[in-house]
């Protein structure tokens, strides 16, 4: 996937976290008011360690760790769960987190068996709405912590 900011063209690719990576996840940050949208990534990764279904990724262009995500798709399940998507704040603007959700939604379904991807953020989170309605996300509602339960359903 390539994302377009201007006239400059950015490959985005996910690779899965690891000791080449770790640190350059653990040092992306978030703008101020974007804090309280999206855990620490230091949480996420222990998250991801102490849960087997949790797929974590770095988002990597022109070779830099720029963002983070975190998903789960149970081999079970027909519906895949996004659980993190964060753009360090220096890299933001410049179309990567689009880019990130696109790859990420290839590589779903490239799995061949899910349906459903869903996706829960804060309601004031104005980026998020924007960036996954984009994709074809529809709002279900809130969910019992007050997040907003998006949708997107996948052919099949």
Not at 47 to 54: I, K, V, Y
Not at 132 to 148: H, I, K, S, T
């Amino acid at each position: 996937m390539t994302s377009r900011a201007g006239m400059r063209e950015y490959p985005v690719a996910l690779e899965p976290v690891g000791k080449g990576n770790r640190a350059a996840i653990l040092a992306l940050e978030l703008l101020p008011q974007q804090q309280g949208f999206v855990a620490s990534n230091a949480e996420s990764l222990a998250e991801a360690r102490q849960d087997d279904e949790a797929i974590a990724r770095a988002v990597v262009a022109a070779g830099r760790v720029v963002g983070f995500l975190m998903y789960s798709a149970p081999e079970d399940d027909d519906e895949a769960i996004i659980y993190r998507l964060m753009i360090d704040r220096r890299e933001q603007g410049k179309g990567l987190g689009s880019a990130a959700v696109a790859k990420l939604l290839e590589e779903i379904a490239r799995l061949g068996r899910i349906r459903r991807v869903s996706i829960c953020y804060e309601p004031e989170n104005e980026a998020a709405r924007r960036l996954y309605a984009g994709f074809g996300f529809v709002e279900r509602g809130l969910d019992e912590d007050g997040e907003m339960i998006a949708d997107l359903e996948l052919g099949g």
